[in-house]
């Protein structure tokens, strides 16, 4: 599992891991894992143009000692300072390996192969200072290495307020911090290197902010049909969705939940949908005892009356779509599955405003409805009434297709009635349907139903232990 924990919990951390080390061992680690880091971008260090943007905290300090170890392998350095004070002791070693320190913009060369973006870390406050905007603007086209954020986004939230680095990677220490994985920062940190400090021992007892799956924990949570198995006992999905106006929502919830993960898939719909799913899904069958209905995809007008039927049973749900705006009330167990203008109607609150605070607005809704809400979107975020939150990494841009989420409902469907919870469900579902995504697209695009006919290929791979 990838954990990302609080600036708060990162700082008790760093600090009984200090107690226990030599001083300034840590800010030498870290130095060493972005040094080598910045190496592996450049692919060597001799003659590379590497510039520093050095602020005023210890951050400033990891891109000096960083830049002090490059400088000693035959880099050109230099360094613009932001602040009257930095660390001095990086300072000094800059120098001492070589190094070039500049107080303004204008003594700085005009090119670079590199950006070190060492403004402000996990000390930082969201936005930046025009200094440090102009300094970055002379660099247009050249990579940014963020050291250990971004700077000027908000390291707890992910939330962006004012002007704030574009890294293409960020090389961060100990643990991640939510910024890395929640939008809209997440867009901002590019690719993620983790550099280990040795703060494990002294994160264990703190709860992560978030946490991603990996495919290994993917992998052991899938449901198996033991020895024994028959098809009633590996769970049998209901699909409640498709109208006249929408019979294709229909079938790709059919299609999601026909992943292979349960026993027996079932679809109550007008007779007109239900004979083209069958056609499509000869395997489809139709009314009876389900242990999960999903509800909603393409129900258009009919979405009040899905809800009401599928409740009725008693059984999780993954309400989505046009079920969602008729959630009147706490739905323990169940999966809701929005996007942001859903959500935000829900919550009768601006699209924008889900969209700049997720990890908030997932938070509020999972407690008002007493139950799993899965927000969809680029990092999408899956959190449950008790404060937990998973991201999804997995997926690429081309999943931004119509019905993806209809395929998604169908699949998280098919979890639930195997027996996973509802929070493991959406989590592990949203993964999958990322990963499958990211299979089929291959860098191009892709459809919706392409999305599902990978996702048994996909658990094939994860089941041999490949991936
Ligand atoms: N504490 C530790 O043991 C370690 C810390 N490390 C580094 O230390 C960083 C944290 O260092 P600090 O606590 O000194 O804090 P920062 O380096 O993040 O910055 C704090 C300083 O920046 C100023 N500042 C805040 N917001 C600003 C803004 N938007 N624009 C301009 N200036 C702003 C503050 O006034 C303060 O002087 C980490 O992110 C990491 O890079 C690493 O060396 C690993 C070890
Ligand atoms: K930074």
Redesign the pocket.
Known sequence: MLRAHSVADV?RA?SLA?AQLPDGA??QR?AAGLAAAVTDLLGGTYGRRVVLLV????????ALWAGARLAGRGAHVEALLLSDRVHDEGLAALRRAGGLVREDLDGLAAGADVVLDG???????P???PD?VAALDRFPGVPVVA???PS?VDVDTGRLDGPHVRADLTVT?GTHKAAHLIDPASMASGALHLVD?GLDPFLEHAAPVVEALQPDDVRALLPRPGPDAQKYTRGVVGVRAGSGTYPGAALLAVAGATSGLVGMVRYVGPDAVADTVRTAHPEVVGAGRVQAWVVGPGGGDDGAQMLAEARADDVPLVVDADALRHVDGPLPGCVLTPHAGELSAMLDVERTEVEAAPLRFVREAAGRWDCVVLLKGHHTLVADPRGRVRVTTTGVPWLATAGAGDVLSGLVGSLLAAGLDSYDAASVGSWLHGAAATQASGGGPLTAGRVAVQIPRLLRELLAGLG
Do not use: H, K, Q
């Not at 602020?55 to 990891?62: L, T």
């Not at 403004?119 to 406050?125: C, K």
């Open positions: 700082r760093e200090m840590l800010m870290a602020g005023a905290g210890d951050n400033g300090g990891d403004i402000v870390g996990i000390g930082g406050r936005g930046l200072r440090a050291v250990d954020v000027g220490f400090l």
